[in-house]
C-alpha cells in the first residue's frame, strides 16, 4: 500500500521569496518514483517535477527543487523565487508498481 | 500533441439518478487513470487501466461505479445509482507505460448530486 501525507493545508510567501512544501509518503516497494503536481485554480493538473528514489541526487526544475530523504521517507518541493503564477494547489505523488496516489494539497498563496 | 478530453464539464444530476463520463486519453497512452476529486481534498484514485485490462481498482465502490476502456483506447466511468456524496470533480488522466512517466490530466468533469 502507498500512502501520502502532506501536512501543510496552506501555505503563503511573498512574492520572489522561497518557500518550502513538505510531504512524507510510506511504501513497501523498494522501486518507486515521486512527483509534485500543481492544480491552479483552472483545475488542469500538470507535472512539476519528479525524482527517482533510486537516485540520491535531488531533482531540480528551473525555480523548482525537492529535497529526498529516503530514509526518513520525506519529499519537499522548494520553491525559488516565488511568482503570481506559482499561486495553485500542489499534491505530492507516489508510484509504485502500479497505481499513482497523491496527497492531500497544499494550498500556496503568493502575495504581492 | 492534443490533450486528454473529458465531458461533459458540468453536470446536475439528482439522487439515486445514474451519470455516465467519459474520457479521450492522449494517443498512444496506454494507461489511463479515474480519480474523484472531492472540494478540498486530493484526487482519489477510483480505477487504473493498462491498455483495456484493470490494474487496480481497489477504491472503485463497486456497487454503484463501474468503468471500462474500450479497446485500449477511450474509456467511460458510470454511477447508478448516485448518492449526494459522490458529488465531486472527477479527473481522467493517462501515461505512457512505466513508472517514470508523466501523468497528463484532462480539465474534469464537476458532478452535483442534489
Known amino acids: 500500500a502507498q500512502t501520502v501525507t502532506q501536512s501543510q493545508p496552506e501555505m503563503s510567501v511573498q512574492e520572489a521569496e522561497t518557500v518550502t512544501l513538505s510531504c512524507t509518503y510510506d511504501?513497501?516497494?523498494?522501486?518507486?518514483?515521486l512527483f509534485w503536481y500543481k492544480q491552479p485554480p483552472s483545475r488542469q493538473m500538470i507535472l512539476v517535477i519528479r525524482?527517482?528514489?533510486?537516485?540520491?541526487q535531488n531533482a531540480t526544475e528551473n525555480r523548482f527543487s525537492v529535497n529526498f530523504q529516503k530514509a526518513a521517507k520525506s519529499f519537499s518541493l522548494k520553491i525559488s523565487d516565488s511568482q503570481l503564477g506559482d499561486a495553485a494547489m500542489y499534491f505530492c505523488?507516489?508510484?509504485?508498481?502500479?497505481?499513482?496516489?497523491f496527497g492531500q494539497g497544499t494550498r500556496l498563496t503568493i502575495n504581492p | 500533441e492534443a490533450g486528454v478530453a473529458q465531458s461533459p464539464r458540468y453536470k446536475i444530476i439528482e439522487k439515486r439518478q445514474s451519470v455516465a463520463f467519459w474520457c479521450n486519453p492522449i494517443?498512444?497512452?496506454?494507461?489511463l487513470y479515474w480519480y474523484q476529486q472531492i472540494l478540498g481534498q486530493g484526487p482519489k484514485l477510483l480505477i487504473q487501466?493498462?491498455?483495456?485490462?484493470?490494474?487496480?481498482d481497489s477504491q472503485l465502490p463497486k456497487d454503484r461505479f463501474s468503468a471500462e476502456r474500450l479497446k485500449g483506447v477511450d474509456s467511460t466511468l458510470k454511477i447508478q445509482p448516485a448518492k449526494l456524496e459522490d458529488s465531486a470533480v472527477y479527473l481522467c488522466?493517462?501515461?505512457?507505460?512505466?513508472?517514470?512517466?508523466?501523468?497528463?490530466f484532462g480539465q474534469g468533469t464537476r458532478l452535483t448530486v442534489v
Open positions: 505523488g507516489v508510484q509504485g508498481a502500479q497505481k499513482l496516489v
Open positions: 511504501t513497501s516497494e523498494s522501486d518507486y518514483y
Open positions: 487501466f493498462q491498455n483495456n485490462g484493470v490494474v487496480d
Open positions: 525524482q527517482e528514489a533510486y537516485k540520491q
Open positions: 494517443s498512444g497512452h496506454a494507461t
Open positions: 488522466a493517462s501515461g505512457r507505460t512505466g513508472k517514470n512517466t508523466e501523468a497528463f
